[in-house]
Nanobody, 121 residues
Framework: QVRLVESGGGLVQPGGSLRLSCAASGTIFNVNVMGWYRQAPGKQREFVTSIDSGDVAHYADSAKGRFTISRDNAKNTIYLQMNSLKPEDTAVYYC???????????????WGQGTQVTVSY
């Protein structure tokens, strides 16, 4: 079994900051790409950012310059530092990871349960 557990969501005022965490646990041989997606009410889930095991990161245009993803490979954990938050950042944020459970296994896609981020006065 593999689990992704997110934490760090909450309510913040516009212009404020939040830091999300996502830890992968269970039977893991290798964690490849990890990232964050979000889904606002009435909208489709969208890509926010990702980072591979070599620390190469990609960002959606909406996240560039405000969000920073980082990774601790020893802990199979990623972090999302979100600054200058806007009301339109309000969404459920989901952690995603491509994980191989054995030496000869292919990567499988895993999702966390999601954490709510609300940006409002």
């Amino acid at each position: 079994q593999v689990r992704l557990v997110e934490s760090g969501g909450g309510l913040v005022q516009p212009g404020g900051s939040l830091r999300l965490s996502c830890a992968a646990s269970g039977t893991i041989f290798n964690v490849n790409v990890m990232g964050w997606y979000r889904q606002a009410p009435g909208k489709q889930r969208e890509f926010v950012t990702s980072i591979d095991s070599g620390d190469v990161a990609h960002y959606a245009d909406s996240a560039k310059g405000r969000f920073t993803i980082s990774r601790d490979n020893a802990k199979n954990t990623i972090y999302l530092q979100m600054n200058s938050l806007k009301p339109e950042d309000t969404a459920v944020y989901y952690c995603n990871a491509a994980i191989a459970r054995g030496r000869w296994s292919t990567d499988e896609d895993y999702w966390g349960q999601g954490t709510q981020v609300t940006v409002s006065y």
